[in-house]
């Protein structure tokens, strides 16, 4: 038999996410495009006041799980862009703004704390259910060898399709 194909929607540069807004928290924030860093993980923002869209992974607002990364802190007193995101409670509205125009809307339906080295990265970027959001930050202690944070703080979304 022959084999199915699979349609496939064209991304274009209008749909790709320009600013993220979480009214609750006070969050405006540009959103830059990342990809990987030289460890080979996802990469951060290149400042402490955007958020980094990985752009490897699902576009929000498609089915899969779209990821924004975002800086807590430098490691020392000056705040990042998710520097209050443990804040967030399940229910909260996270907007994105399409670089086109018009706004996405998600829900937060559950927040984790993951050691960082045991993420569940297939969670994380890899369900293919619903149209995700899931938002990544830092927590925990600061291993000042290593210069990063023991712990990371993943908000899970879903789009929410009523409004």
Not at 20 to 29: H, K, N, Q, S, T
Not at 88 to 114: C, M, N, P, S, W
Request: hydrophobic fraction near 40%.
């Amino acid at each position: 038999p022959p084999k199915e194909e699979v349609a496939e929607r064209a991304i274009w540069p209008d749909d790709r996410p320009a600013r993220l807004r979480i009214p609750v928290l006070g969050i405006d924030a540009n959103v830059q495009e990342v990809g990987v860093n030289t460890k080979g993980n996802m990469a951060a923002p290149n400042n402490f006041t955007d958020a980094g869209w990985y752009k490897y992974g699902t576009l929000p607002g498609f089915v899969g799980s779209a990821v924004i990364a975002g800086h807590v802190d430098n490691g020392l007193a000056l705040s990042g862009v998710f520097k209050h995101l443990n804040a967030i409670r399940v229910g909260d509205d996270i907007y994105i703004d399409k670089a086109g125009g018009g706004e996405l809307h998600f829900k937060v339906t559950e927040i984790q704390t993951y050691p960082v080295k045991r993420v569940p990265l297939k969670i994380l970027f890899s369900r293919s259910d619903l149209p995700r959001l899931n938002l990544i930050t830092c927590k925990g202690a600061w291993l000042s060898g290593e210069r990063m944070y023991d712990q990371r703080l993943v908000i899970y979304t879903e789009l929410d399709t009523k409004f």
